[in-house]
């Protein structure tokens, strides 16, 4: 009873102390979304790119061995060779893409890793026109001596056709996007040309035709290489995002060797021989892509 009667002056004053307090309003919880970047996800995407290409390295050389015929008989052999470079300019073209790939997070972090493959159709090629190979040889005869001479080239060509990258990657992600970084092989598909050769040499100051009709030498190779990118995405829902990225890619230095007969003749002497050398270079391909990709 005395407890009761302690308590019971207290909580009549309640009410009237409550109403003087101010009203308290409902706040909303604090909402985190959820990173549209999946934990892991395969995806294929297609697209363009914007690709520049520069020819390093670039050489041909050329040879002629003959042998010098009058009235049946040998009167001469002759050799000369020499080489040249030759100047391809650069290129931009522009090449549609696709890409294939997965990524997956490590544990629970921000961090991943993953690989793609993208293949690139840039058809792209740089020609020289009127190219010149001086040369040097000699010819032993009754008379024999040395002389100048060139192979005419009427156009050299390279470029890349088709590309495939083999890319590793690593990188991380955001609320809706990720940026990444990998470095990995290439595939390049090279054709290249030389058109239109014929080799002159200047023999008693007179510059004579010794290959006869124009040769022509062509190359359609699939060459190793190496490539690095660097790249962010924008996932516009969980399912949809957009690549955009840089690729440095290098071929690997290539040689290709031809050879051909020829046979020609001149105030009465017959020359048959063989034309052969080889051309070499390696070339670069810068590109910057933009595709569209599902991720599954």
Do not use: C
Not at 94 to 101: D, E, M, R, S, V
Not at 270 to 290: E, F, K, P, R, Y
């Amino acid at each position: 009873m005395a407890a009761l009667t302690l308590v019971a002056p207290a909580m009549a004053v309640l009410p009237a102390g409550a109403a003087d307090l101010p009203a308290l309003k409902a706040v909303a919880p604090i909402y985190m979304p959820a990173s549209l970047v999946p934990r892991a996800a395969w995806f294929a995407g297609i697209g363009g790119s914007v690709n520049s290409q520069s020819y390093e390295s670039q050489n041909i050389y050329a040879q002629g061995v003959s042998e010098i015929f009058l009235g049946g008989t040998q009167v001469a052999f002759g050799t000369a060779g020499g080489p040249t470079t030759p100047s391809l300019d650069p290129r931009t073209s522009f090449a549609p893409t696709a890409q294939l790939g997965f990524f997956q997070h490590f544990g629970g972090s921000d961090w991943l890793w993953g690989a793609k493959v993208t293949y690139s159709y840039i058809n792209a090629h740089s020609t020289d026109n009127r190219v010149r190979d001086p040369q040097v040889g000699s010819f032993t005869s009754a008379n024999s001596d040395s002389f100048t001479g060139n192979v005419v080239i009427g156009s050299y060509q390279s470029g890349i056709s088709q590309q495939i990258n083999f890319i590793p990657f690593v990188g991380h992600s955001f609320e809706r996007s990720m940026v990444y970084f990998g470095v990995g092989p290439s595939l390049s598909q090279v054709k290249s040309s030389l058109n239109n050769v014929i080799g002159f040499a200047a023999i008693n100051n007179t510059h004579v035709n010794i290959t006869g009709e124009p040769s022509n030498f062509s190359s359609t190779q699939w060459v190793l290489g190496g490539a690095a990118t660097v790249g962010g995405t924008y996932f516009i829902d969980r399912g949809w995002f957009i690549d955009v990225n840089y690729t440095f890619g290098i071929t690997r230095n290539q040689t290709i060797n031809y050879a051909a007969p020829f046979a020609s003749a001149t105030d009465g002497y017959t020359d048959t021989g063989i034309l052969s050398g080889n051309w070499s270079g390696h070339i670069i391909n810068q590109a910057v892509a933009v595709s569209i990709n599902k991720a599954f």
